[in-house]
């Protein structure tokens, strides 16, 4: 499925809004974009109040840390008590939910404001409830792949959790259920080291989130977490290679979905002669002569 069609699905079999909502082709009245026009067959002539129109803005946002942005714009007859009811149902709906659309990396909506508006002289109240859409791209890099000896390292140490890289997703995942770790590579920087002749050395700086609502779990998890990494000392590699652990700094205060909880620095070194080269196809050479 597409994220339209995740979204869609995910607000129409919530039984509140199921409930509430006017229906549409005896659908629930949720729609991308636009409304039908009020003169469709498909009201039957009923009441086309509340309903609820949604749109995506995929236009990347630096200063917010996220990918873009989903409105949902919900509109009813003036009852705020009935628009907060589902205001309230469409936030739980959607807030620490991952969702996996077809061809797509896994994503988060996170709540960030909530407009309400009046329209019609004052016959219908309109609710737009913005979110920002956070994207959890995968992370896989060079041989040995400092991200990826990471997440192995999460995985055995809580086997019974969900790891970004090393676990398949599903279309939703609920971390309130099974909680979500995710690595994210921030920098590599060349460094100083031995062996320089046959050895490159390299600083990784890895944030890790765990995407949890409980935040009680979360901090015995992420302490747990840091503090075999600190007694380890190092996380070893695909290429059974060492990669030292060397800074370690855990904010648990730190927003779980956009900056991750814990900063790890590891050095670790490659073989210079195991860097492959980039071959070159689709290349021919025609004899002119």
Known sequence: MDLNQLLYRRLSQDNLLNGTLSKYADKPAIFNTEFPPDQQEGWNGKSQYPRISYVFNKQVDTKRSSSGQLTVALYDIMDPLEVEKMEVAIRNCLQDVVMKPEGEAPMCFAWARSEPYILEGNAVLCKEIVFDILEYPAQETTDPDPVM????????????????????LSEYTIPADTPVFYSGLKSIDSTDGHCRSSLSWFNAVISVHLLCPKPSLRLKMMAALHQSLAKDEEIIMFDDSPMVVKALKMNNNADYLREGQMSLTGYYACLKDAFKQPGISGVSINDLT
């Open 149 to 168: 000896a990471l997440n192995r390292y999460i995985k055995n140490l809580f086997p019974e959790c969900i790891v970004f890289g090393i676990d398949e």
